[in-house]
């Protein structure tokens, strides 16, 4: 199953409603606790370069202004050895396969940046593919498809209607337990 995220520079307005309950991406040197906390496990955080305060990168920024293909890969090398999860180059097409070769023997997850509505560059898929930027969605965030599933996995909320079935079920059964007790007392 295909799923959607959302990133931006502006944490803050990722946490509106139209962006739940998708995955949401920002840069690790604007992360705080409070948005850790409130976004959970639906959040990914990206290394631009500019310092992960928090230690809680897994992805890594390779484009002008950011990070270069050889320190990106470093950092995916070093993250890897640390045991950190959901391991994520972010590219674009012309370094696509330059960033993913630098990685190895570490087989990263790929996200590739078109940002021209193209889902599958280069005629293959990717495990992300951020296909729209703000101009597109007039927002101020880019979206992606992801693809793999196994990608930071999400978990699956549980509806309210079955909730409320399980709490009355559950109250079904204390009554009965009650009942029971009270007649084998009676025996």
Known sequence: MTSLMFDSDRPADLAT???QPA???TYADLLTPALVAQFGPRLAVIDRG?????NRAHIVDVE???LSVASGAARIKQWA?????????????STWDQAEAACLPVRPYMWIATLD???NPSGKFPHLTQFAGENMLGLHADVSVVWDEGWLPQTQLVKPD??????????????LASTIETLARGL
């Open 17 to 19: 409603i139209q962006f």
């Open 117 to 119: 509505g193209t889902l």
């Open 64 to 66: 002008s202004g950011a």
């Open 81 to 93: 050895n640390e045991g950190r999860r959901y391991l994520t180059v972010y590219v674009n097409r």
């Open 50 to 54: 500019l310092g992960d305060p928090m």
């Open 162 to 175: 079955i909730v409320t079935r399980t709490q009355a079920a559950a109250n079904q059964l204390v009554t």
């Open 23 to 25: 995955r949401v991406a």
